[in-house]
């Protein structure tokens, strides 16, 4: 029986990284996933709570729980997105009329990689990719979220793939969303820490589950000609088959 997922595509693989998207259907669907997407669905609402405007925020949110009010797994590419769900929306609606709502999606929320080894039980997923990379744990997923064993685990089994881990994996890498606007020059230099560590190591790829954070990186990869790329963890799944 197939299991029912409900894609939440949040806004930056919607409107810059859709193929993201798509690599995460596709192996999705491999995995014998019934997968649905409602096109009505907007943003979660995280930049207006984290700019302080709670109000603008529980506006959003409440149109975010109304479009998946159906109880099944709610699954995205994005560790920030799927962490600010799970732990800020009870600000916003503890002892609300969603209240019971809000509780249900935090439950069945999941980001990409945790559902794929923790709720499918899944470590191969029969992927190709013959590059050496270094991973960073991007900090929605690894401190919102716990996330830090299942993205190895499936890296590990993508056939020719090496993991160079770099120093400091666990250190930001300056985006923060508004953080970056805001103290922009310090976000820069977080940036180059990051890179610097990646570069050390001499992969060819920097992996993580936030394409905001890797286009935060690539941007001053791009900026400083270095001979490094960045890859959503989605798109290696893709990858050789």
Not at 66 to 72: G, I, L, P, V
Not at 191 to 217: F, P, R, W
Not at 219 to 230: F, M
């Amino acid at each position: 029986m197939a299991t029912k997922v409900n894609l939440f595509i949040p806004c930056f693989v919607d409107q810059l990284f859709p193929q993201t998207a798509f690599n995460m259907v596709k192996v999705l669907e491999k995995l014998n996933c019934e997968v649905s997407y409602n096109p009505n669905q907007t943003c979660c609402g995280q930049p207006a709570f984290n700019a302080g405007f709670w109000s603008e925020a529980r506006a959003v949110g409440e149109k975010f729980i109304h479009d998946f009010t159906d109880y099944n797994y709610v699954v995205g590419p994005s560790g920030s997105c799927v962490g600010f769900v799970r732990n800020f929306y009870s600000e916003l609606f503890d002892n609300s009329a969603l209240h019971n709502d809000c509780k249900q999606l935090q439950k069945n929320t999941f980001e990409f990689t945790e559902f794929l080894v923790d709720i499918l039980k899944v470590k191969n997923i029969g992927a190709e990719f013959n590059h050496a990379i270094t991973y960073h744990d991007a900090c929605g997923a690894l401190r919102e979220c716990k996330i830090k064993t299942p993205p190895r685990t499936l890296l590990e089994n993508v056939k020719g793939l090496e993991i160079r881990e770099m120093k400091d994996c666990e250190t930001c890498c300056g985006f923060g969303g508004t953080f970056a606007v805001k103290y922009a020059d310090i976000s820069a230099a977080m940036a180059d820490q990051k890179v610097e560590n990646a570069l050390a190591t001499g992969a060819e790829y920097i992996v993580s589950t936030d394409i905001s954070c890797l286009m935060h990186i690539d941007g001053y990869i791009k900026k400083n000609n270095y001979n490094l790329k960045v890859m959503h963890i989605a798109d290696v799944l893709a990858q050789g088959w």
